[in-house]
């Protein structure tokens, strides 16, 4: 069982930027993809940034298109997603997904097995 645990939420002014990172138990974590999702308080979760297993693939909304970048370090068994240009409308609870080795990286939660317990992000305007 792939625990993750995600960190570097808080609170910042717009404009500005956050790192998150998302840590796992496992060292088979470095042959899943996985993905960056968040949820705004009434609204349903929805898929921020991918990255496949390889690092090759990474898919992004085009909401954050340009401004997130999603990255791996296999070494140290992280994922992070670097948050530049933040803007008000990105305050969310932010989790971090995997899936199980040999599935692609993709934008449906559904496709995900394992999740973090979320990192809160508030963009003050």
């Known amino acids: 069982q792939v625990q993750l645990v995600e960190s570097g939420g808080g609170l910042v002014q717009a404009g500005g930027s956050l790192r998150l990172s998302c840590a796992a138990s496992?060292?088979?974590?470095?042959?899943?993809?996985m993905a960056w999702f968040r949820q705004a308080p009434g609204k349903e979760r929805e898929f921020v940034a991918g990255?496949?297993?390889?690092?090759?693939?990474?898919l992004y909304a085009d909401s954050v298109k340009g401004r997130f970048t999603i990255s791996r370090d296999n070494a140290n068994n992280t994922r992070y997603l670097q948050i530049n240009s933040l803007k008000p409308e990105d305050t969310a609870v932010y989790y971090c997904?995997?899936?199980?080795?040999?599935?692609?990286?993709?934008?449906?939660?559904?496709?995900?097995?394992?999740w973090g317990q979320g990192t809160q992000v508030t963009v003050s305007s």
């Open positions: 990255i496949s297993w390889s690092g090759g693939t990474t």
């Open positions: 496992e060292r088979t974590f470095s042959n899943y993809a």
């Open positions: 997904a995997a899936t199980k080795e040999g599935y692609s990286v993709t934008r449906l939660p559904s496709a995900y097995f394992y």
